[in-house]
């Protein structure tokens, strides 16, 4: 199990690697956009990769190359509301596909998703931070951390944020 605390660090087995939460802390979620990283016990789903910046990845996860047209709805009032959608799209969304290098690998955790609750929050992932600036709500760690982090978890590795 991997736990993260709010001093800002996530252990796994021996591994502590320093790193980035939502900028209003963890705390219990209350509703899209709040910037909190939901207390509570999560599954690593799926990794979502740019196979051009990051062409070998080791980790046991189910692997998805981002392409240019992949994103993640956060439109409470869509339909697809936190899932993964074709852009464009007329629905609120982050794009996967980014400049910045954050979404460079992306660990899908399976907050809100069975069943989906409409403006309780979406897309808690953990990603990639330069400067471990605050978050939105997500799990933030170094490149080198988060490919050393995939490379020891499974699948459905348990995620106990508290």
Known sequence: ??????????????????????KAGIKNKIKEGDNITP??????????????????????LKKFKIKKNIGWCDDSSSQFYNKQIKLP???????????????DLV??????????VKKRGSAIFIHITN????????I????????KLLSLIKKNTKIKII
């Open 140 to 147: 933030a760690l170094i490149k080198e951390d988060l490919i």
């Open 89 to 103: 799209s007329i629905f609120s969304h982050e794009k996967l596909h980014r400049k910045d290098d954050i979404y």
């Open 131 to 138: 400067k471990y600036k605050p978050t939105q709500g997500c």
């Open 39 to 60: 207390k509570g016990t999560y599954k690593a789903i799926k990794l979502f990769y740019r196979a051009d910046k990051v062409p070998k990845i080791k980790t046991t």
């Open 107 to 116: 660990i899908v955790l399976n907050y809100n998703f069975k069943p989906v």
């Open 1 to 22: 199990m991997i736990t993260v605390k709010k001093s800002g660090y996530l252990k796994y087995k021996k591994f502590k690697f320093r790193c980035a939460l939502g």
